[in-house]
């Protein structure tokens, strides 16, 4: 097997779970040329991934939309000649490649996605033991990182937490006054310096959450993805919503505090077994649901179920990450 073509997603997370698929293929066809195709959004973080050979863009924004832009992305992936294509995505145009075709198993879909994805390798005949979602970052970027805490002030006697309060959708968000709270009782109670992460568009609500604490967090403003994904590493913990960040705490090895409420954590959650879920509890009996194509069906504006965490079992969860 010479050139394996792996058809990734376009949103960060569910790329990012997708890298559970490496560690196998290497150890499988230990000569193999393997390429990532992905979307836009996931295109930074993996282009500059020693782990991949090659990294594509799939540009379902521009290039690639409708029918003719599938049409292309057909014929150049042709060009490419690869070997062996994993379908993860359950995509018709990876079925169009014209070379062998691995694709997702048929069934339960109430499972994690990494479980769904591992399957699709180990049906082949292909070992997935202890396989789980990983980034490998660079030395470059990881003396970034520290030379970017050391600027700061920060110092390795004190516990770093870097906490993330956005994301692509608001019924998944915890309030800004409660992780400010949060923020603030950590600092406190565990005298913990706080990295505050935002994405793109996020300045305000992160301008929003750091005004409201008592004491001054760090302000991460970068966007770029591999420098974000260095400082999170750097972290003793990681704390935020269901969001893309989330599972990159989890592929560099942090450990997640994940709050959850509108979204199922059983499919969906930080994967491996040092990680924590924080829920409220609540059943309104349309939890969990998913944005899909009409996000917000009830039409709420925020979700209880997430609203009902409390500041207090967050702090208390932080203990067993100890």
């Not at 290497?26 to 040329?33: E, G, I, K, L, V």
């Not at 049906?123 to 700061?152: R, S």
């Not at 400010?180 to 793109?200: D, E, M, R, V």
């Not at 969990?288 to 079992?313: D, F, K, L």
Request: aromatic fraction near 6%; glycine fraction near 8%.
């Amino acid at each position: 097997m010479k050139k394996i073509l792996v058809f990734s997603f376009s949103f960060i997370g569910d790329a990012v779970l997708s890298t559970a698929v490496i560690q196998p293929l290497r150890a499988h066809f230990p000569n193999a040329h393997i390429t990532f195709l992905v979307g836009p959004s996931a295109f930074n973080l993996f282009a500059n991934d020693p782990q991949l050979d090659t990294t594509l863009l799939y540009d379902n924004q521009r290039e690639h939309t409708g029918l003719k832009g599938r049409i292309n992305l057909i014929k150049s992936l042709r060009r490419e000649k690869f070997d062996l294509v994993i379908n993860l995505r359950d995509s018709f145009t990876a079925r169009c490649i014209g070379t062998e075709h691995w694709g997702l198993v048929r069934g339960d879909r109430e499972r994690h996605a990494v479980t769904r994805y591992l399957e699709v390798l180990s049906k082949q005949g292909v070992d997935t033991t202890d396989a789980q979602p990983y980034l490998q970052l660079t030395e470059t970027e990881q003396a970034t990182a520290h030379n970017f805490l050391a600027e700061a002030g920060v110092t390795s006697e004190r516990l770093l937490i870097g906490i993330h309060p956005g994301g692509n959708w608001e019924y998944k968000l915890w309030s800004a006054e409660k992780y400010a709270q949060l923020a603030t009782g950590l600092s406190k109670q565990k005298n913990a310096t706080i990295l505050l992460f935002a994405g793109p568009n996020e300045q305000e609500l992160q301008s929003q959450v750091a005004d409201m604490m008592d004491i001054s967090p760090i302000l991460v403003e970068t966007e770029n993805l591999r420098e974000v994904a260095a400082l999170i590493a750097a972290c003793d913990v990681y704390i935020g919503n269901d969001t893309g960040p989330m599972h990159i705490a989890a592929a560099v090895r942090t450990p997640v505090i994940a709050l959850f409420g509108s979204t199922n954590h059983i499919r969906s959650g930080p994967y491996g077994d040092k990680h924590i879920i924080v829920q409220s509890g609540m059943d309104l009996g349309c939890n969990p649901c998913h944005p899909g194509r009409h996000p917000g069906g009830c039409g709420a504006g925020s979700c209880a179920v997430i609203e009902g965490i409390t500041v207090e079992q967050v702090l208390k969860s932080i203990s067993l990450c100890d």
